[in-house]
């Protein structure tokens, strides 16, 4: 099924050559992938945030300072913005945007007594002075405090699913409430959603009453629990973003959790943690091989209670504390000992409790590493075999790779070693599935352009004072010489982007799917502690310092990489991608760099495309997903929802049948059945008030006829060149290197 938009954190890094500076600390950039439970690693123990007290301290005072310095006033931004009245007001929008984007909390009151605060912003930043944003969130907190406190009163009232009113949930362009009242009565067709999701769902109205009632009671308290330094990171990015889109602060918190997605590994024990609705901290999974799983003793949907340091340190009462908080506690230094007080998944809340002691260790995410199949077309001695490595981001261990590690993580190193695993398994064609791939390293993405090329250039950056270098693949030899295909999508960025595109000019490979999300910039990581002398924690600046150019000239900025092969689109241009932003860079184009084709696949597309539509026609699995994506297409340009139980259910109830007469139809054409497909209609939950089996259950793969028609498409021009030597002769001239991988 189509799921909801991905976040694309599509971020590059840029070498920093011959710099002695404090800047020459650029750290490599890239994706911000934020792990759910990806916390830092172990600080000292920390008590529970006191909430009522949210004040600046000194490292956020300096760390404003030398933002504003790097940001607006060096020349390390590619497009630096002067940081005056004129962007204070930028800022000031963007801040309360980013806590109330739905104006559901403040009033028109309140923002007017902001109002004076709206040409102070760039001050504060400059003098570090940051009163006037954390005065405008403790206000925030005050209307979200007295706002969960009326929801839940508001709940002890009955329902009226028989009147015909609309929920409207698109807020984006809503002016600010001009009393109580008036969020009184948006409020009050929110909750009404709230509850008609849950009865449609077929729970009870007094259980209904209970999980709303938990709901709105947790995020009152998560609101109340955010300290000053997610305070500080929401204020510098509204400044960060008011300068461009990838530009953006990361507290130190963050920061760790941005090189723990970078390098695939944390030290700890391997549980993935969320938070219940009881305000318990949960396992929601223990990663293979780490000490929770070799353990045998910690499972799925454990609460944890208590952690404490070593063999003897003192037992910390986390009930109640924020995940992040919690997960400081557990994660330490390989060979430590934390000692976890957990109430396990089977008992009740009065259950008898098992004290463990655990010796934490370097940990492998493998999860978010490259993976491979093996895709077989037709049966018997006839069956075509694609090889398929699925990348969800181009990862590196920058630290391991610095220090010269045997063993360090890269997205190359391991494509390299599927590469050679598919070959021993004698696959025709590889498939580099991208979709969903935000971005990472530029290093990443030359090197494993370096796969498939024997050497030459792979991207061309113009860096903030308009030089333009070029990033050149310089090992000779490839690791795949065979015909290849490329997956994209629209949140397929940056580094996919680049890599997608040189294959493409190249004429290496193939292009399927839909137009990337056209992001063209290039940023790098900046470790604000390298200019302070006497306040380390400072955090990391992510800033924007070079456009990258493809060898062809042109730039992906807004136009992305155009496939060969266009699937149905599922996010256009104007809904999701670089153009949505308001202050994007414009597209541009710079010179060409010289380098030899592979290629042209240009005179066999047409040939291609008929195959592709004969064949998808033909496709159930295919034809449903393009039902999947117009029905999700249709569902995003609503704006609102009724709130009339008989119109719901009928909605409800024929989404059902679809799902059922699709099921009984993949049992008629022999397919595995999907037997959870109507289970996993809208149960009215969200994710931390769903049993844990349940969500993983959700969570299983499912067909997936993209990657398979791009296996199919890659199969069909093999055997297309083969077929027709004067095709083949227009396609790859008898210099390429593909020729003979043909023959």
């Given at each position: 099924?189509?799921?909801?938009?991905?976040?694309?954190?599509?971020?590059?890094?840029?070498?920093?050559?011959?710099?002695?500076?404090?800047?020459?600390?650029?750290?490599?950039?890239?994706?911000?992938?934020?792990?759910?439970?990806?916390?830092?690693?172990?600080?000292?123990?920390?008590?529970?945030?006191?909430?009522?007290?949210?004040?600046?301290?000194?490292?956020?005072?300096?760390?404003?300072?030398?933002?504003?310095?790097?940001?607006?006033?060096?020349?390390?931004?590619?497009?630096?913005?002067?940081?005056?009245?004129?962007?204070?007001?930028?800022?000031?929008?963007?801040?309360?945007?980013?806590?109330?984007?739905?104006?559901?909390?403040?009033?028109?009151?309140?923002?007017?007594?902001?109002?004076?605060?709206?040409?102070?912003?760039?001050?504060?930043?400059?003098?570090?002075?940051?009163?006037?944003?954390?005065?405008?969130?403790?206000?925030?907190?005050?209307?979200?405090?007295?706002?969960?406190?009326?929801?839940?009163?508001?709940?002890?009232?009955?329902?009226?699913?028989?009147?015909?009113?609309?929920?409207?949930?698109?807020?984006?362009?809503?002016?600010?409430?001009?009393?109580?009242?008036?969020?009184?009565?948006?409020?009050?067709?929110?909750?009404?959603?709230?509850?008609?999701?849950?009865?449609?769902?077929?729970?009870?109205?007094?259980?209904?009453?209970?999980?709303?009632?938990?709901?709105?009671?947790?995020?009152?308290?998560?609101?109340?629990?955010?300290?000053?330094?997610?305070?500080?990171?929401?204020?510098?990015?509204?400044?960060?973003?008011?300068?461009?889109?990838?530009?953006?602060?990361?507290?130190?918190?963050?920061?760790?959790?941005?090189?723990?997605?970078?390098?695939?590994?944390?030290?700890?024990?391997?549980?993935?943690?969320?938070?219940?609705?009881?305000?318990?901290?949960?396992?929601?999974?223990?990663?293979?091989?780490?000490?929770?799983?070799?353990?045998?003793?910690?499972?799925?949907?454990?609460?944890?209670?208590?952690?404490?340091?070593?063999?003897?340190?003192?037992?910390?009462?986390?009930?109640?504390?924020?995940?992040?908080?919690?997960?400081?506690?557990?994660?330490?230094?390989?060979?430590?000992?934390?000692?976890?007080?957990?109430?396990?998944?089977?008992?009740?809340?009065?259950?008898?409790?098992?004290?463990?002691?655990?010796?934490?260790?370097?940990?492998?995410?493998?999860?978010?590493?490259?993976?491979?199949?093996?895709?077989?077309?037709?049966?018997?001695?006839?069956?075509?075999?694609?090889?398929?490595?699925?990348?969800?981001?181009?990862?590196?261990?920058?630290?391991?790779?610095?220090?010269?590690?045997?063993?360090?993580?890269?997205?190359?190193?391991?494509?390299?070693?599927?590469?050679?695993?598919?070959?021993?398994?004698?696959?025709?064609?590889?498939?580099?599935?991208?979709?969903?791939?935000?971005?990472?390293?530029?290093?990443?993405?030359?090197?494993?352009?370096?796969?498939?090329?024997?050497?030459?250039?792979?991207?061309?950056?113009?860096?903030?004072?308009?030089?333009?270098?070029?990033?050149?693949?310089?090992?000779?030899?490839?690791?795949?010489?065979?015909?290849?295909?490329v997956l994209i999508n629209r949140a397929s960025a940056s580094a996919s982007e680049i890599f997608a595109g040189a294959i493409q000019d190249y004429g290496r490979g193939l292009i399927m799917?839909?137009?990337?999300?056209?992001?063209?910039?290039?940023?790098?990581?900046?470790?604000?502690?390298?200019?302070?002398?006497?306040?380390?924690g400072l955090g990391h600046l992510k800033i924007t310092v070079a456009q990258f150019f493809r060898i062809a000239g042109g730039s992906t900025q807004h136009k992305g990489v155009v496939p060969?092969?266009?699937?149905?689109?599922?996010?256009?241009?104007?809904?999701?991608?670089?153009?949505?932003?308001?202050?994007?860079?414009?597209?541009?184009?710079?010179?060409?760099?010289?380098?030899?084709?592979?290629?042209?696949?240009?005179?066999?597309?047409?040939?291609?495309?008929?195959?592709?539509?004969?064949?998808?026609?033909?496709?159930?699995?295919?034809?449903?997903?393009?039902?999947?994506?117009?029905?999700?297409?249709?569902?995003?340009?609503?704006?609102?929802?009724?709130?009339?139980?008989?119109?719901?259910?009928?909605?409800?109830?024929?989404?059902?049948?679809?799902?059922?007469?699709?099921?009984?139809?993949?049992?008629?054409?022999?397919?595995?059945?999907?037997?959870?497909?109507?289970?996993?209609?809208?149960?009215?939950?969200?994710?931390?008030?769903?049993?844990?089996?349940?969500?993983?259950?959700?969570?299983?793969?499912?067909?997936?006829?993209?990657?398979?028609?791009?296996?199919?498409?890659?199969?069909?021009?093999?055997?297309?060149?083969?077929?027709?030597?004067?095709?083949?002769?227009?396609?790859?001239?008898?210099?390429?290197?593909?020729?003979?991988?043909?023959?």
């Amino acid at each position: 099924m189509i799921g909801p938009r991905p976040r694309v954190g599509s971020d590059l890094d840029l070498k920093v050559h011959g710099m002695r500076s404090p800047v020459s600390r650029f750290a490599p950039l890239l994706l911000a992938l934020l792990l759910p439970l990806a916390p830092l690693s172990a600080k000292t123990e920390r008590s529970r945030v006191d909430a009522l007290s949210l004040e600046p301290n000194a490292q956020q005072t300096e760390a404003a300072r030398w933002m504003a310095q790097l940001v607006s006033n060096s020349r390390f931004h590619y497009s630096p913005q002067k940081l005056d009245d004129a962007l204070s007001e930028q800022i000031f929008d963007r801040y309360l945007e980013s806590l109330d984007g739905d104006k559901l909390f403040l009033l028109a009151d309140d923002v007017a007594a902001f109002e004076s605060y709206r040409l102070q912003m760039d001050e504060a930043i400059l003098s570090g002075r940051l009163a006037p944003a954390f005065e405008i969130f403790k206000v925030y907190r005050q209307r979200v405090e007295e706002r969960t406190r009326a929801l839940r009163e508001a709940l002890k009232q009955d329902f009226d699913f028989s009147v015909d009113e609309s929920y409207s949930f698109d807020r984006k362009d809503a002016a600010w409430a001009t009393s109580s009242e008036e969020l009184d009565e948006l409020w009050r067709l929110r909750v009404k959603n709230d509850a008609l999701r849950l009865v449609l769902a077929g729970r009870e109205i007094d259980k209904i009453r209970e999980t709303l009632d938990k709901r709105y009671k947790n995020f009152g308290e998560r609101v109340r629990q955010i300290d000053a330094e997610d305070v500080f990171q929401t204020f510098m990015n509204a400044y960060a973003g008011a300068i461009e889109p990838h530009t953006a602060y990361m507290n130190p918190r963050t920061s760790e959790n941005f090189n723990i997605s970078m390098r695939l590994s944390l030290e700890g024990i391997g549980a993935v943690l969320s938070r219940s609705d009881e305000e318990f901290t949960v396992v929601r999974s223990v990663v293979p091989g780490g000490p929770a799983a070799l353990s045998g003793k910690i499972k799925p949907g454990d609460r944890i209670l208590a952690v404490g340091q070593g063999e003897s340190g003192p037992m910390v009462d986390v009930v109640g504390w924020r995940l992040d908080d919690v997960v400081d506690l557990i994660r330490g230094p390989a060979d430590s000992v934390v000692r976890l007080d957990v109430l396990p998944a089977e008992v009740g809340i009065d259950g008898e409790h098992v004290l463990l002691s655990l010796s934490r260790q370097k940990v492998k995410l493998e999860e978010q590493a490259a993976k491979k199949q093996v895709i077989e077309m037709g049966e018997g001695e006839d069956a075509r075999r694609v090889g398929v490595i699925s990348l969800p981001a181009f990862y590196q261990d920058f630290e391991g790779r610095r220090r010269d590690e045997p063993d360090y993580r890269s997205a190359t190193r391991d494509v390299a070693r599927l590469l050679e695993e598919l070959k021993a398994e004698n696959v025709e064609g590889v498939v580099i599935d991208l979709r969903n791939n935000g971005g990472g390293s530029l290093n990443e993405a030359v090197e494993l352009t370096g796969l498939f090329i024997d050497t030459g250039p792979v991207v061309q950056v113009k860096d903030a004072g308009r030089r333009v270098s070029i990033e050149t693949d310089r090992k000779p030899g490839v690791a795949w010489d065979g015909p290849v295909a490329v997956l994209i999508n629209r949140a397929s960025a940056s580094a996919s982007e680049i890599f997608a595109g040189a294959i493409q000019d190249y004429g290496r490979g193939l292009i399927m799917g839909e137009p990337t999300f056209g992001k063209g910039t290039v940023q790098n990581l900046v470790d604000l502690d390298a200019f302070s002398r006497e306040n380390p924690g400072l955090g990391h600046l992510k800033i924007t310092v070079a456009q990258f150019f493809r060898i062809a000239g042109g730039s992906t900025q807004h136009k992305g990489v155009v496939p060969d092969i266009a699937f149905p689109v599922t996010w256009d241009a104007t809904e999701y991608g670089e153009s949505v932003y308001d202050n994007a860079l414009p597209w541009a184009a710079i010179a060409p760099a010289k380098f030899d084709s592979y290629g042209d696949f240009k005179p066999m597309l047409p040939l291609l495309k008929s195959k592709h539509e004969a064949r998808i026609a033909q496709d159930q699995e295919f034809q449903w997903w393009i039902e999947d994506v117009n029905e999700y297409r249709e569902l995003r340009e609503r704006k609102t929802l009724s709130l009339n139980e008989a119109t719901r259910r009928a909605e409800r109830e024929r989404e059902e049948a679809r799902r059922t007469a699709r099921e009984a139809q993949r049992k008629a054409l022999g397919q595995e059945v999907d037997e959870d497909a109507v289970a996993t209609l809208d149960d009215g939950l969200q994710a931390d008030e769903r049993p844990i089996e349940a969500d993983e259950d959700s969570a299983e793969e499912k067909p997936d006829a993209l990657v398979r028609e791009t296996a199919h498409l890659l199969i069909d021009a093999i055997d297309l060149l083969r077929a027709d030597s004067k095709l083949a002769a227009r396609v790859i001239p008898d210099t390429s290197p593909l020729k003979v991988a043909l023959d």
